[in-house]
């Protein structure tokens, strides 16, 4: 029965710390191990049901370890070297005469400045298929953790890119008088801003 009981404290446990490690969304590493602790918490799970006889709660763990080691698969080894080769690709290039490159993936969450203050964080750009030049880029601002943010879209004509962070050739009070955009109801077009 002690393995019961020790199992009945690791799962809860197990399963928050995972529930906030991949929620966080800080990465392929930290999402991947937070699908190994998820593991031992389905782990854990179906040891509590083995040893309490309830076979629902070991049936569903049972199935959920199996997810959880997808999980595992797919951010600590798959998604970890696309995110390593873009990694090292960005690196080299910034030791190399060529030019200075940074991932289109991680474009997301690159701060963006206006006259050398934060406006926000770049949430998207949208790319025209046909030449596959970037046309606006959209940029969270205000809110916390995306509760009550200001999304607005900045044509790529107002926006110079850097390794590191993108800047938005607008003053902040211009950058504020940009419409914000609708939930969900993204343009197929922005107008260059004045």
């Known amino acids: 029965m002690i393995v019961g009981d020790v199992a009945g404290w690791i799962a809860p446990i197990a399963t928050m710390i995972a529930a906030v490690m991949t929620a966080s969304n800080l990465g392929a590493r930290v999402t991947g191990w937070g699908f190994v602790v998820f593991t031992i918490g389905s782990i854990a799970w179906s040891i509590v049901g083995m040893t309490s006889g309830q076979t629902n709660l070991l049936a569903t763990n049972g199935f959920l370890t199996l997810v959880n080691l997808i999980g595992v698969w797919r951010w600590l080894w798959r998604q970890r070297a696309y995110d390593d080769g873009g990694e090292s690709a960005k690196a080299a290039s910034r030791q190399s005469a060529s030019p200075s490159l940074f991932t289109a993936t991680g474009i997301a969450g690159m701060p963006v400045i206006a006259e050398g203050d ?31 943010e200001s999304l607005r879209a900045i044509p790529r ?27 969900g109801d993204w343009p197929a077009q922005v107008e260059a801003t004045a």
């Open 118 to 148: 934060k406006v926000g964080s770049a949430v998207e750009a949208l790319v025209e298929c046909a030449t596959g030049e970037i046309s606006y880029v959209v940029v969270a601002s205000g809110g916390i953790g995306g509760v009550d």
């Open 157 to 183: 004509s107002s926006i110079r890119f850097g390794c590191d962070h993108l800047t938005v050739t607008l003053s902040p009070s211009a950058f504020s008088a940009i419409d914000t955009l609708q939930d």
